[in-house]
C-alpha cells in the first residue's frame, strides 16, 4: 500500500522544512509549493490525499486556491488551512468549506497532528509517535523573519543589518558563499540577500548550491549588484535551477533601499513588523 501523499503550500521555507520533515518520519509522502498559484496548478495535476496551506503566500493566497479546488467538481481532498494570525471570520470560512484550520503558535503541530489522525486514522499510531512542538528552538523555526545577507563588504552587511532590524527582522552575515551556505543549511532563513559578485563564490553560484540542497531549496534569493546588471545575466540569475526558481529580484546597490525592502518583507512572513523609515 502506497503512502498517502500531502501536499505542503507554504513561502515561508523554514515552516516548509519543518513541516516536511516532520511529515515524512510519519510515514507519508510530501511534495510542496512556495506560492498560491503553484500549489493549485500541482494539486490538480498530482490529485494529492491532502494540502497544507498557508493563507497568506504570494501569487495566490491559499484560501483562495484551496476555494478553487474544492468548488463543485472539484478534487475530492482534505485541506488543513495553517495562518499566523487567528480570524474568526476565516475560521468560520474554512468550517463552512469542511476544511481544517491550524493556527501557527506553540499548539502548531498540536493542531496539525489532531487533523492528520482524523483524516489518515489508520496512521494515528505514527502520528502519535511525534508529539514534540515544531517551533523547538530558534535554530529550527524563526520566531520573527530571519534574512540571510551574503556580502564580502562588510560595512554593505552592517548598512543592511542596522536597516532591516528597524523593521523586526533577525539579520545572519556571510562574507562568502561558502559560509553563506552552511548558515542557510542550518538556521533556515526566510530570504537570503546576497552582492552578485564575491571573490569565492559569485551569486549564481550560491544559488544552484541552494537549489541542490532540499534544506535550503526553497528560500527566495535576492541579488544586489553594484552596477546595472545586463537582462542577459539577468535572465541567467532567474531561470530555474533544478526545479526550483532562481533569483526572485535584482537590484542595484543603492542609499535608497526602500524597493529592496518591500522585496524582503514580501517573502518574510513575520506577523508585526514597525513602520520605522528605513
Keep these: 500500500m502506497s503512502a498517502p501523499v500531502i501536499l505542503i503550500a507554504d513561502d515561508d521555507p523554514a515552516v516548509l522544512a519543518a513541516l516536511s520533515a516532520r511529515c515524512r518520519k510519519i510515514g507519508f509522502e510530501v511534495d510542496t509549493a512556495t506560492n498560491g498559484l503553484q500549489m493549485l496548478l500541482k494539486a ?28 463543485p467538481g472539484g478534487l475530492p481532498v482534505d485541506v488543513i488551512v495553517v495562518t499566523g494570525v487567528t480570524c474568526e471570520e476565516t475560521l468560520e470560512r474554512c468550517e463552512a468549506m469542511g476544511m481544517f484550520y491550524a493556527c501557527k503558535c ?17 496512521m494515528a499510531e505514527a502520528i502519535a ?103 542577459a545575466t539577468a535572465k541567467l540569475l532567474k531561470r530555474d535551477m533544478l526545479g526550483h526558481s532562481g533569483a526572485v529580484a535584482i537590484f542595484k546597490k543603492s542609499f535608497d533601499v526602500q524597493a529592496l525592502f518591500d522585496a524582503i518583507q514580501q517573502y518574510c512572513t513575520g506577523e508585526s513588523r514597525p513602520d520605522a523609515a528605513v
Excluded: C
Excluded at 564575491?198 to 553560484?205: I, L, Q
Design 129 to 231: 509517535e511525534h508529539t514534540g512542538p515544531l517551533m523547538a528552538g530558534p535554530d529550527v523555526l524563526p520566531i520573527r523573519p530571519r534574512v540571510l545577507v551574503v556580502d564580502d563588504d562588510e560595512q554593505v552587511g552592517q548598512f543592511l543589518a542596522s536597516r532591516l532590524k528597524k523593521l523586526g527582522i533577525e539579520v545572519l552575515y556571510a562574507p562568502n558563499a561558502a559560509r553563506a551556505l552552511r548558515m542557510a543549511a542550518g538556521q533556515y532563513p526566510s530570504v537570503v540577500v546576497t552582492d552578485y559578485h564575491m571573490p569565492e563564490g559569485d551569486a549564481d553560484f550560491l544559488i544552484m548550491r541552494l537549489r541542490s540542497s532540499r534544506t535550503t531549496a526553497q528560500i527566495p534569493v535576492i541579488v544586489l549588484s553594484g552596477w546595472e546588471i545586463d537582462e
Design 106 to 122: 506553540e499548539q502548531f503541530w498540536h493542531h496539525i497532528s489532531n487533523a492528520l489522525t482524523e483524516i489518515f486514522p489508520q
Design 44 to 71: 490538480r495535476r498530482k490529485s494529492p490525499d491532502l494540502i497544507i496551506v498557508d493563507i497568506n503566500m504570494p501569487k495566490l493566497d491559499g484560501l483562495t486556491a484551496s476555494f478553487h479546488l474544492l468548488e
